[in-house]
T-cell receptor, first 114, second 113 residues
């Protein structure tokens, strides 16, 4: 029944490793997003993906790459993990950006790089 | 780029008090979102509003589009209302850039029994 589901919920890994976080939505939404929440709880957009169009926030390092096998999935792959990547990552979806459409968030993935 | 300012950043109140959290933004928008995040928890959408006022239980959200300002009120606050409250604005229909929400820095609310 979960509308936007992320896995895993917790991820602890060593520096330099490559890891992926999976996200799936069953709402039929057109657009999916990845957000990063830092230690001060501040949220920032990383990517949006709409109808196979990827829009990237220019501040995101190219070690981060979203992959969308279909409209219902947007996975986040991270190469060569660094200590500063430790954060909570939220997936979300909406029908369309802006124009008064609601957003639904996943429960978050807490990534700890040691 | 829309700048979103929230106040206060931190708020501690006693159970039963009336709570107000404010949010202002710099660029006109179609709608504004209020979100709630409990400690260690996910993000829940409380309201999306484009004009006037919305009410859900003890929560009331208002918006003044002309003044680019919104408020979230909690009546008869309860310890279970303790959470981070975040206002967010969507991208305007302009294309370009990552089309996600722009968030305020959040208000950490603690309601003491």
């Amino acid at each position: 029944d979960t509308a936007v589901s992320q896995t895993p919920k917790y991820l602890v890994t060593q520096m330099g490793n490559d890891k992926s976080i999976k996200c799936e939505q069953n709402l039929g939404h057109d657009t999916m997003y990845w957000y990063k929440q830092d230690s001060k709880k501040f949220l920032k957009i990383m990517f949006s993906y709409n109808n196979k169009e990827l829009i990237i926030n220019e501040t995101v390092p190219n070690r981060f790459s979203p992959k969308s096998p279909d409209k219902a999935h947007l996975n986040l792959h991270i190469n060569s993990l660094e200590l500063g990547d430790s954060a909570v990552y939220f997936c979300a979806s909406s029908h369309r950006p802006g124009r008064g459409y609601g957003y639904t968030f996943g429960s978050g993935t807490r990534l700890t790089v040691v | 780029k829309n700048e979103v300012e929230q106040s206060p950043q931190n708020l501690t109140a006693q159970e039963g008090e009336f709570i107000t959290i404010n949010c202002s933004y710099s660029v006109g928008i179609s709608a504004l979102h209020w979100l709630q995040q409990h400690p260690g928890g996910g993000i829940v959408s409380l309201f999306m509003l484009s004009s006037g006022k919305k009410k859900h239980g003890r929560l009331i959200a208002t918006i003044n589009i002309q003044e680019k300002h919104s408020s979230l009120h909690i009546t008869a606050s309860h310890p279970r209302d303790s959470a981070v409250y975040i206002c967010a604005v969507p991208p305007e229909y302009s294309g370009g850039g990552a089309d996600g929400l722009t968030f305020g820095k959040g208000t950490h609310l603690i309601i003491q029994p």
